[in-house]
Structure formats: C-alpha cells, structure tokens
T-cell receptor, first 112, second 110 residues
Framework: SQTIHQWPATLVQPVGSPLSLECTVE??????LYWYRQAAGRGLQLLFY??????ISSEVPQNLSASRPQDRQFILSSKKLLLSDSGFYLC???????????FGDGTRLSIL | RKEVEQDPGPFNVPEGATVAFNCTYS??????FFWYRQDCRKEPKLLMS???SGNEDGRFTAQLNRASQYISLLIRDSKLSDSATYLC???????????FGGGTRVLVKP
C-alpha cells in the first residue's frame, strides 16, 4: 500500500532563516505531488504541485520554492523565512486522473 | 465568489442525531467531488468520493446535484468521534488540482 512521509512534525525557526521540508511517497510510481499551507483556522492553500521529476507549478507568488529531485521526493524550501510563513504545511500525493489526494501528517511551522 | 463554499458552522449535534450540510461549487466544469474529514491540528483524511448517483458508506451519505451545483453530506446516528471539520473538495475536468472549501465544523455532544 502507499504511504507518505513528511518531516519534521514541528519546527520553530527565526525570521530570516532558511527552510527545507521534505516529503516522500512509497508504494507508487510517478505520483502527482502537492504542497499546501493552512493558516490557523483557515482553509488549505495550494502552494506547488508537480506531475513529474523537475516539473514544478507554482500557484501563488511567495518566497517559497519547491523541487522534485526524484520521482517520489518533494521538497519545500525558502532562503529567508518571513513571519507570514507560519502555518501548517501539508504534502499530498495522488495518482493522475480523477483521483483523490492523500496527505502526510503535516509540519507545523512557527516563525519567531 | 469562492469556487467552493461551505457553511463554516459549527453544527452542534446531539449524539445519535442526524446532521446534513451542503457545499456549493461555482465551476460547472467540475468533474470529481470528495468529502474529507480534518481533526483539529491534523491532516485532512479522505472520507468518501461523491458519485453522480449518490453513495453511502455506513452512516455517511453523499449526494451530488449537478443542476444546482452542490454536494451534500449526511451523517446518521452521530457519534462523539464524528466531531471534526468536514472539507468539501472539487476537481475540474482538466488539470491536476483540487479546490478545497473552507470546511464545516461539526460538534457532536452527549
């Protein structure tokens, strides 16, 4: 069966520091991969999605970037974090077509 | 107008009662529909897909009304463990993205 791993679970970072969140999927090949952010008490905002290695689509302008160096690995990065980057970051995967997405456990990021 | 709209609630439901709520979507080209459940400070989890003919999974029933562009979720015999935020999710025919509603919060009380 397919599993998705996301780490770390929680992270506290100072303003201006870099960020790297990693997500890996097991048990499937060529998945679609997604990064979302959820601010406290708010809905999910799609940040990036990828349909293949090296293929990244950005949904909103921001100081974050994403990379997909391997088929089942998706990385969210920032060179300099802002206070507004605080939130709950979720990685998800799906098969192509009209398939639902499945989420990792999420990373709760606090910027101080 | 938001692409996917939900009543944020909360819906306060006595244990054992039935609760139902809707979600409206604006894009008539939407093709796939899902309900997810999200517990506080946890990731969303797929509850059920919604099929054109309507479908049932235990105490949960989902309906799709394409003419009026809404989907619904009904929970029968509510349990305390049903307390959560229910997210309506819509996918357009083209592309790989899902659009999430803001969620409907349900609180089941003894």
């Amino acid at each position: 069966s397919q599993t998705i791993h996301q780490w770390p679970a929680t992270l506290v970072q100072p303003v201006g520091s870099p960020l790297s969140l990693e997500c890996t999927v097991e048990g499937t090949s060529n998945p679609n991969l997604y990064w979302y952010r959820q601010a406290a008490g708010r809905g999910l905002q799609l940040l990036f999605y990828s349909v293949g290695i090296g293929q990244i689509s950005s949904e909103v302008p921001q100081n974050l970037s994403a990379s997909r160096p391997q088929d089942r690995q998706f990385i969210l990065s920032s060179k300099k974090l802002l206070l507004s980057d605080s939130g709950f970051y979720l990685c998800a995967w799906s098969q192509a077509g009209n398939q639902p997405q499945h989420f990792g456990d999420g990373t709760r990021l606090s910027i101080l | 107008r938001k692409e996917v709209e939900q009543d944020p609630g909360p819906f306060n439901v006595p244990e054992g009662a039935t609760v139902a709520f809707n979600c409206t979507y604006s894009n008539s080209a939407s093709q796939s529909f899902f309900w997810y459940r999200q517990d506080c400070r946890k990731e969303p989890k797929l509850l059920m897909s919604v099929y054109s003919s309507g479908n049932e999974d235990g105490r949960f029933t989902a309906q799709l009304n394409r003419a009026s562009q809404y989907i619904s979720l009904l929970i029968r015999d509510s349990k305390l463990s049903d307390s959560a935020t229910y997210l309506c999710v819509v996918k357009k025919a083209a592309g790989n993205k899902l659009t999430f509603g803001g969620g409907t919060r349900v609180l089941v009380k003894p």
